[in-house]
């Protein structure tokens, strides 16, 4: 895991999840594939590193709601966003605005999060389903300091 900060508590527990962890670095990928060359369009350079980036946003941001039905909710807007990195990234190299190589990378990180966050949409459905889920922040706090 990458530190990107040092401090740690509850609501940050989102930095643990390796799903988001590769969505931030998905979101990476794709900044550096697009802005490396001016060849391609200025609207749809801006578009892919933003449903990119809003894959890990989305994972962020359900899991700091606690209520498992929103948590869901920003997952499945997680995926939506995945399969709009795909589109935009199949429109780039059928214009050949990036190359195949290029593409590639991108499309095999896409899948590893995609399937990730698949099945972190199923484990939070089977809570859902058993009643099993804690949204409540104050039972969840002796697992984390301030600190690390």
Known sequence: MTDYTKYRNI???YMKLDVWQKGILLHKLVFKTVYKDNKIDFKIRAQIPDSAQSVSSNIAEGYCRRSIKEYLQFLYISLASLGETLTRGIGLVTTEQITSEQ????????????NKLLKLVESLENKKDSGS???RISEDLEEYSTHE
Not at 103 to 114: C, G, N
């Open 11 to 13: 609501n940050r527990g």
């Open 103 to 114: 593409f590639k990378r991108i499309d095999e990180l896409q899948y590893e999060v995609e």
């Open 133 to 135: 889920w804690n949204n």
